[in-house]
């Protein structure tokens, strides 16, 4: 089982930045696909960004533009960069990796909460 650990979250009002780390405990190379969510209070889980294997990368429609989803070999890590935040951005944000089998395997999440 891989291991995930989500970090960066926070407070920070709107129009700020904040930046998600989530550090693997496989290489990210072994991943076909590594994943944000999100699941803002009261609400289903929601997807925000993808990057595949081999680099591209996807977005949801409400954070594209303002959110980009990177990785570091070297470091085995998964960041997401959010910038010019909003209110509606608010949830716990988990990171999710799957293997070319198709194992899926999460993060315990992080809170990010925008606010004035």
């Known amino acids: 089982q891989v291991q995930l650990v989500e970090s960066g979250g926070g407070l920070v009002q709107p129009g700020g930045s904040l930046r998600l780390s989530c550090a693997t405990s496989?290489?990210?190379?072994?991943?076909?696909?590594m994943d944000w969510y999100r699941q803002p209070p009261g609400k289903q889980r929601e997807w925000v960004a993808t990057?595949?294997?081999?680099?591209?990368?996807r977005y949801a429609d409400s954070v594209k533009g303002r959110f980009t989803i990177s990785r570091d070999s070297a470091k085995n890590t998964m960041y997401l960069q959010m910038n010019r935040l909003k209110p509606e951005d608010t949830a716990v944000y988990s990171c999710?990796?799957?293997?070319?089998?198709?194992?899926?395997?999460w993060g315990q999440g992080t809170q990010v909460t925008v606010s004035s």
């Open positions: 999710r990796v799957t293997s070319w089998a198709g194992d899926a395997s």
């Open positions: 990057i595949q294997r081999g680099g591209t990368t």
């Open positions: 496989g290489s990210i190379f072994s991943f076909n696909t």
